[in-house]
Every structure is written in C-alpha cells, then in structure tokens.
C-alpha cells in the first residue's frame, strides 16, 4: 500500500495547513457533502480537503513547488492553470502530487468575472451563511451558494419592503480571518453584474443591512438580530456599527 503523501497548500484557501493525502480520500469541501476521491492524489484532491478556495484565488495561475533530488535539495516550480481544467477539461493541469509538494495559490487583483461558474465547480465551498437585517421582508440568517453576490442575497430575503428599504444605502459588514472588521455601503442595482465596486460576492458570515429611508424608523427590522453573530461581533457591536 504506497505510504501518505504529505503536502502543503498555502495561500487563498479556506484552510491552509499540512494535508496527509492517501489513494482512497474522504474530504469535506466548507459548507458541502463528503466526497470520495480514489488513485494517487491530485492538486484537485488536495485543494478539497483543504476546504476549498476562497473567492480571491487565483486559478489561471497555481504554483507548484517540488524538492529535487540530490544533496543541492533544488526545487522546482510548475504554473497551473486550474481554469483550464474547469472549463476546458484539461487534465493535464491536474498534477498528481509528490511527498513534500507545495501547492501555492495567490491572491487575484480583481474578483473574476466568472466567479459564479467557478463558484460551481467542486473546487470551491458549496455554501455559506449570510446574515441579511434592515429593510427587507424576510430578515434573518440564510445559506446561500457560495460567492452569491450581495443583490441575490437582498433578494433571498424577500427583497426590500416597498417604501422603506433604501436601495441606494446599502452596509456590507465583513469579519476578515485576522480578525479586523470592515464596514462598506452599496447602492443596489438589480440589473449590475459581479463586481467589487457595485455587487461583490458574498463570504461566509458576512452582514448585509438594508438602511431605512428617511422617512422610516432606522431600528426597525433589527430584531433578526439577538445573539451574536461571531465571538468579535456581538449584536451590541453590529448596532453600532451600522448606525455610524
């Protein structure tokens, strides 16, 4: 029976670490179902288990770094274009991996334009859970597809109520890994498309508040919110944070 592979997969990954990969896996993508990979393992294969990619990979351009043998210990470096085995087929991009292999995947500048069918292939968490309060008809926490941008997830939630959901004003609050907050107003356009600036894509427990109109009281349709979002989030501190 061929021993694990140990590998490392570092960068804009759900869960970067050091992965044991075997002929026959069982992993987890974040949010989604068991999966069963069998043969020697893969990049795809590790990417899984690791949880998947977050919505700032990089997929045109993976690195992969190999020891050679020897006593200088050199490495070797491969460039893998993972869209073109979503979107192409192209196996060949799908190395299979070596103990000690590193698999690095870097930031992209821009979110993709075709985030939403990468968000489809099995190389990115399936679903997360997104908090939508304010002005909008079904307040509450929703599971939602993975990298919905943030008009779908307005309108998952019954979509702003007529005459008090400002759709000009909307917050995006966002708890990032390190544990910093940020704080970021929209103006909905039901007809815009993907994009950082106008419609970003949505991360697992991310806050989205419809504001009220002037003509409407600012503290209604909070009350979906009562326990704390997240240990550096609590109800008290979301209040605050969307009424500055």
Do not use: C
Not at 82 to 91: A, E, T, V, Y
Not at 230 to 236: D, G, K, L
């Amino acid at each position: 029976v061929p021993r694990p592979k140990l590998v490392s997969v570092i960068g804009e990954i759900e869960r970067p670490g050091i992965y044991s990969l075997t002929t026959e896996e069982k992993t987890n993508l974040t949010g989604g179902p068991q999966l069963t990979n069998k043969g020697l393992p893969t990049i795809v294969d590790a990417i899984q288990k690791a949880g998947g990619i977050t919505q700032s990979a990089n997929l045109k351009k993976v690195i992969v770094l190999r020891r050679l043998p020897g006593i200088n210990k050199g490495l070797k470096k491969a460039e893998i274009n993972l869209l073109s085995l979503i979107f192409d087929g192209d196996h060949e991009q799908n190395l299979y991996l070596f103990d000690g292999d590193v698999i690095k995947i870097n930031k992209a500048e821009k979110t993709p334009s075709n985030i939403m069918s990468v968000a489809q292939a099995n190389l990115s968490p399936s679903t997360i859970k997104v908090r939508v309060i304010g002005q909008v008809n079904d307040p509450g926490e929703i599971s939602l597809s993975a990298n919905t941008p943030l008009v779908q997830a307005v309108l998952s939630a019954g979509g702003t109520i007529p005459w008090k959901g400002n759709k000009g004003n909307v917050t995006l609050v966002r708890v990032n890994k390190n544990g910093t907050i940020t704080k970021k107003k929209y103006k909905i356009d039901l007809n815009a498309g993907v994009s950082d600036n106008n419609n970003p894509p949505l991360k697992d427990k991310d806050i989205v508040y419809v504001r009220s109109t002037a003509i409407n009281n600012i503290s209604s349709g909070l009350g979906a919110v009562v326990e704390p979002i997240s240990p550096v989030v609590t109800a008290i501190t979301l209040f605050k944070l969307i009424n500055d």
